[in-house]
């Protein structure tokens, strides 16, 4: 079985497309090696070996380690070198290499080779004793580390001890004789920590390295990691043996970084960092500060032309912007590492823009390319670029865009006073799923500790809130309700800007400036729109955000709610007036004033999409949502009886109170509400159908041309649509006569019911909303606004649900009705109009089963626009 299951290749057998056997890096590193780049020599274990042997909960398969020294006996006769050897030894770097690539999320050792013996053969051959014993004592403290999990801090507490002790600053300062004595005191460290010293022999140093690096997949960190990213468990670790090469090997050495292009911006220009005299980590680590890349012109003239050659080399070869690690041992240049560079969603856009004018790629592979999700980064008001603000401190840039509001230190305040309209920044420690409502009502949330994969980045991404995430410096006094980093200190209700795009902090209140539509994301969308099927609309209830909707590309209104239009303060008392009214006389005249106010309210988004289809819903929440609370309104009358007010007062609180218990129900999403309250009183109907017909009028008078639909909620029977189409119809051709404004009228499909029989309703419907937000509660029987907040989060955590069925569609259960619902639709009614308007409309993943099923669009928030037309492109390619 040898021959035709290795587990070992050279990496001179690799290419770029055995990547998920040979890992990113082994593969990129191999493809390198393929096309003539300096890379040094080596071997890579693959991705099976990992996955064999953590199957095997930990047990090597057997013939892993006879291939792995059968690979290094190759490798020491190609270098002419012996790993440990006193002469001409061999050192060699045992690196991790994922096939999706999780930067710094699993284990590298470098110099494994050094011994007592080796170190001195080294320091001979080189004539550079301190660069001998500088790989000597980094390589215990990484081995130390990684393999036999000394904490990381007690070897760099003995080098800072060491360094005060000497006056010295920089670790390149540290002498030979300084370095002997680390080395020896590295040992006794370890030996303290692991009661038993490190091997000696380099060989069981690779075995243990190498099983060190397999473990390294399933650290906890690995493992968020993967989640956030949606990166299978299962797909195992390579591990990369490479020969070393030496960048701190004094002033004619460099290691470094860069990119092909600015990830940032995506401008094509020099970007990159090194540092002479150093080795691999020592550039991210930030123990010294790199010099920008230009400089190393100067200092290392010839490997920095080498470098721009190779550059450009690989970006040409993958057709990507490259992100690459190099290293120059005494004036020659190796490339380490070339991947596919993560990129900011601007950088994207302009990178895939660009690379399309220089004919590297074409559109469609350029579409491909741009994850769609990415775009919300360029649809959140921003910072002014220029503001030249000083930032109060920093932490990780955990999700796009930026907020400012008053400092709260916990979620009930946030939701408090978010709610009643105050701008609120929720600053915590950390925040945990219990803090989800603080989070809904803040601008933006700041954290003192977690990552980019805590909770609250995750829940902030998943929102579009920005947040700043593990900002270190912060102190938070939540008894005192303050926040102190260094001499500043800020008190609740204090102003702070936050900057998720950058993760830097502010005090006091920064100038946003709206999103920048520039012309690289025009012209990428064009080029989305050209290669889409599925069309797509917004979910839009006022002019505003319908201009704005358009301005992102909508192609109409795919839903208007019009009961968000009863909300506003001013006609609240109307709208209640309304619903208290003892007699159909009284309710008429609250709706005669209701009327013109919609039917203003339609002319704006009529104005904003002429030419373009608006789908306007008649009203569908149940009715107490106008009313006060139930409780709320029973503490008042308590209160005023026992204060001993009468008279009308207290009257009038009794009356509203029995109308609101008498309205109030048990499950009122599944109450009174839809086309139950408009068949209930049709009246309510009448009145919006009127408003609409009149404001379709109006705007037509004005040279503009109207599209109406419109959509009956919550029908579940074929006859309660049969009733309210009629309903609508007469009150259209009453306020329409001569059938001038082009109208439509549909239903939505948000009832389990619906989509079994929607033969049945779609002989009275002119087009189909599927509203995957109610139809997916009534299909899984979760309720959304209990669930997300408590045991669906623990159920996708554990795996028992792979995603959130209200964010990304549940395609086996919702998904099977949308499509009965389409096929049995069509089958009555075969011109029936298609859509979407829940949540899923904007989320990529849902989009791709709805253009499979055949939906003729998806509507979703104005914001959400552009994401939806990339994702339909992408499906489409
Ligand atoms: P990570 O995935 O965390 O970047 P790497 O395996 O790429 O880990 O290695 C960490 C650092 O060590 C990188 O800077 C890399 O360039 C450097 N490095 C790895 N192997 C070698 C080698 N054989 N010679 C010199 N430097 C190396
Ligand atoms: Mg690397
Ligand atoms: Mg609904």
Redesign the pocket.
Known sequence: THEDHRLVYDLSEGTAAMRPLLGG?GAGVAEMIRIGVPV?D?FTVTTEACVVTMEAGGTWPEQLWDEILAHLDALEQRTGRRLGAAERPLL??V???AVM?M??M???I?NLGISDESVVGLAEESGNPRFAWDCYRRFLQMYGEVVEGVPGHAFEDEISALKSRRGIELDTDLTVSDLQELVETFRTVALRHTGQGLPTDPREQLRRSVQAVFSSWDTPRARVYRRAHDISDDLGTAV?V??????NRGDGSA?G?CFTRNPSTGAKELYGEFLVNA???D??AGIRTPLPLAEMEHVLPDAYRELLDTMHRLEQHYGDMQDI???VDDGTL?L??TRTGKRTAAAALKVARDLVAEDVIDTATALRRIEPAQLDQLLHPGLDPEHGQEPLTRGLNASPGAGVGAVVFDADTAAERGEAGESVVLVRWETTPDDIHGVIAAQGVLTAHGGMTSHAAVVARGMGKPCVAGAGDLQIDVEARTLTVGDTVLAEGDTVTIDGTTGEVYAGALTLVPPQITDDFSAVLAWADDARRLGVRANADTGPDAAKARELGAEGIGLCRTEHMFMAAERLPVVQSMILAETPEDRGHALERLLPMQQADFEEIFTAMSGLPVTIRLIDPPLHEFLPDLVEQSVHVQRLEDAGTTGPELDDARELLAHVKRLSEMNPMLGTRGVRLALLYPEIARMQVRAVARAALAVRERGLDPHVEIMVPLVGFDEELRRMREVVETTWAEEVPDGGVPHTVGTMIELPRAALVADAIAEHADFFSFGTNDLTQTTVGISRDDAEGSFLGAYVDAGILAANPFASIDADGVGELVRIGVRKGRSTEPGLKTGVCGEHGGDPASIALFDEIGLDYVSCSPYRVPIARLAAAQVAL
């Open positions: 890096k040094p080596g060699v770097s690196r991790s290499g690539s930067p710094g699993m284990d590298t470098l990369n490479m020969q070393m090469v030496f960048g290691t970084v080795q691999g980590e550039v991210v690690e190099f290293t190796y380490l590492q």
